[in-house]
């Protein structure tokens, strides 16, 4: 059974640098073709993704974020990090981890974590 | 931000057959398969369909998907009442160095 969970603080201030932890368990991020993924969802709004990391570190992020995110990956951990640097209170949103799932070339997040509500605010 | 549009809402009473549509592009839809994900209220978002039309196990079969080009759509027929959500279509995009996105969103409503 795989499942993830997020932690990080949940109040952050504007400019700050935000990190958060996914930590998961019933895979392995050293196993061909796994991925780990981060998606957001601002209160009321729709999903956006952010930043996909493979198990070769390979790494994949939002082109409209890419210069403020980092995805690392920790496999003896079982745990993948992201950083977005110059907080807004526009990023105040609930950010999810997700299993990469593939086959014949297709991708797709199964299962998701459950979410952790992150507020940026002075 | 969202590259794939949906209707933003829609809604059936029970046992009516409800339709969602997702139109993308020749770089996301047209190129690669599209994904739907339940949103119950206040929960993490579920995989409903995956590979254009696959339901992962324990997903009814009242769930259908399937895609046309760049257009892509999920029925649902027998609407219950826990159908109630929202749901996401989504698809892998080849642009630029390769990026995942998300419909708009749409909520169906259980009249």
């Known amino acids: 059974q795989i499942t993830l969970k997020e932690s990080g603080p949940t109040l952050v201030k504007p400019t700050q640098t935000l990190t958060l932890t996914c930590t998961f368990s019933g895979f392995s991020l050293s196993t061909s073709g796994v991925g780990v993924g981060w998606i957001r969802q601002p209160p009321g709004k729709a999903l956006e993704w952010l930043a996909l990391?493979?198990?070769?570190?390979?790494?994949r992020y939002s082109p409209s974020l890419k210069s403020r995110l980092t995805i690392t990956k920790d496999t003896s951990k079982n745990q993948v990090v992201l950083t977005m640097t110059n907080m807004d209170p526009v990023d105040t949103a609930t950010y999810y981890c997700a299993h990469r799932s593939y086959s014949s070339g297709s991708t797709w997040f199964d299962p998701w974590g459950q979410g952790t509500l992150v507020t940026v605010s002075s | 931000q969202s590259v794939l549009t949906q209707p933003p809402s829609a809604s059936g009473t029970p046992g009516q057959r409800v339709t969602i549509s997702c139109s993308g592009s020749s770089s996301n839809i047209g190129s690669n398969t599209v994904n739907w994900y339940q949103q119950l209220p206040g929960t993490a978002p579920k995989l409903l369909i995956y590979s254009n039309n696959q339901r992962p196990s324990g997903v009814p079969d009242r769930f259908s998907g399937s895609k046309s080009g760049t257009s892509a759509s999920l029925a649902i027929s027998g609407l219950q009442s826990e159908d109630e959500a929202d749901y996401y279509c989504?698809?892998?995009?080849?642009?630029?160095?390769?990026?995942?996105?998300f419909g708009t969103g749409t909520k169906v409503t259980v009249l």
């Open positions: 990391i493979y198990w070769n570190d390979d790494k």
């Open positions: 989504a698809a892998w995009d080849d642009s630029l160095n390769g990026l995942y996105v």
